[in-house]
């Protein structure tokens, strides 16, 4: 006797009270299971998808910025070498003055190399972008060494706002690369 005959011989010795009971057991094992697999990672699903719409939507508007800022510098006059490296002077100087920047132009690889002495580190960042707008100069090098800093100086009575600490500044030495000479 196999085992699905055995099934049926012991089912039919089971009263019916025993066997709705069975029933009911198997009904619940089966909403049980269309649960766990077909409704509640739905539900999940459901539930999430606001948020994640919602960040979807702030990565589209991120990359049309992106794309954007891209058209505008595609969109920009090409500069000769010449007006790119006097854009250049002009933006280092600007930024950093005489003392804390110096620019020396290289041989014929279409770089100019920015030394930096305890330049602060937000004149730094800010002096980049300019570099990158008006002079069309990326950097292809950078050699960046954190300043030795003093201590940060006591403040008067009433000043309210100055800093407690030390500016960060960089020494070293930024490669620029200038566009192509035409």
């Known amino acids: 006797m196999n085992f699905s005959e055995q099934l049926k011989a012991h089912w039919a010795t089971l009263e019916v009270r025993e066997r709705r009971m069975v029933y009911a057991a198997a009904a619940l094992v089966a909403l049980a299971l269309l649960w766990w697999i077909a409704l509640a990672p739905a539900l999940r699903t459901l539930a999430a998808a606001p948020a994640e719409h919602a960040q979807l939507d702030a990565q589209l508007q991120q990359m049309a910025t992106l794309q954007n800022r891209a058209k505008a510098l ?11 490296l006097r854009a250049l002077e002009t933006s280092v100087r600007d930024s950093f003055g005489a003392g804390n920047a110096q620019l020396v132009t290289t041989g014929g690889d279409g770089a100019a190399a920015v030394s930096l002495r305890s330049a602060p580190a937000a004149t730094v960042a800010q002096w980049l972008g300019q570099a990158r707008g008006n002079a069309h100069a990326v950097p292809r090098e ?5 300043a030795p800093t003093a201590a940060p100086a006591t403040p008067s009575p009433g000043a309210k706002d ?15 690369a200038l566009p192509a000479a035409r």
Do not use: C, F, I
Request: net charge positive; charged share 25%; aromatic share 4%.
């Open 142 to 146: 950078v050699h960046l060494t954190r």
């Open 162 to 176: 100055a800093p407690k600490t030390p500016q960060v500044r960089w020494d070293g030495t930024v490669v620029m």
């Open 74 to 84: 595609q969109s920009q006059p090409r500069l000769n070498r010449d007006d790119a």
